[in-house]
Nanobody, 123 residues
């Protein structure tokens, strides 16, 4: 069982930056692929980024490549999402999730989810 708690969301102007954090409980954090997803009002939850267990492999949605960076610190049981050059279309609730295998964009492969943190980008 893994419990995930996101933080770091907020209101930012277009072009600004935010860093999201996701703290995980348990001693097996390093055995999970970690992902970030987001859901805007009226839209389906979509994949944003994922990172492999040791941090050596990352994967990004085309919409965020070059602007967002996912990283993890296994000693702190935490995964991060650095978001730069934010756009109004990045506005959404951001969720972190944990998966037992590496299938980055496959939402159904993530067994554990956090409650989400709101990111709002004003124009």
């Amino acid at each position: 069982q893994v419990q995930l708690v996101e933080s770091g969301g907020g209101l930012v102007q277009a072009g600004g930056s935010l860093r999201l954090s996701c703290a995980a409980s348990g001693r097996t954090f390093s055995s999970y692929t970690m992902g970030w997803f987001r859901q805007a009002p009226g839209k389906e939850r979509e994949f944003v980024a994922a990172i492999g267990r040791m941090g050596g492999i990352t994967n990004y949605a085309d919409s965020v490549k070059g602007r967002f960076t996912i990283s993890r610190d296994n000693a702190k049981n935490t995964v991060y999402l650095q978001m730069n050059s934010l756009k109004p279309e990045d506005t959404a609730v951001y969720y972190c999730a944990a998966s037992g295998d590496f299938a980055p964009g496959a939402r159904g492969r993530y067994a554990y989810w956090g409650q989400g943190t709101q990111v709002t980008v004003s124009s």
